[in-house]
């Protein structure tokens, strides 16, 4: 559990500094030349990993938060923490995509 919510801490603080980071390289010029592009790219392809990586781990807490029995409702509280994660990690896809598109609409 303590290595679990280390994960969440760890990927959170780095999804935080990596938007920030992306922010700034796509929006300081109007265009970007390639190097400019590919640097905010790897932040968004950066940022998405992040993010996965956080769902995950908040799945593996929402998991445990949920009663160990395999009773009806462990199981549905387990099934609802699996769909709520596949919807994070689908947002931060399209996140992602919508990201390298701005980008590439930037870039020369």
Known sequence: MNKTIATLIATSAA???L???AADDASSTATM???Q?????NHAQAQYKADKKTAEAKLAID????DSSMTSAGRACKGAAKAEAKK???????TEVN????I?????
């Open 88 to 94: 994070e990690k689908a947002d931060a896809k399209v």
């Open 99 to 102: 990201t390298k598109a701005a």
């Open 63 to 66: 998991k445990a938060d949920c």
């Open 19 to 21: 938007g920030a980071a």
């Open 37 to 41: 592009a590919k640097s905010a790219e």
């Open 33 to 35: 030349d390639h190097a």
């Open 104 to 108: 590439k609409a930037q870039s020369n």
């Open 15 to 17: 999804c935080m500094c």
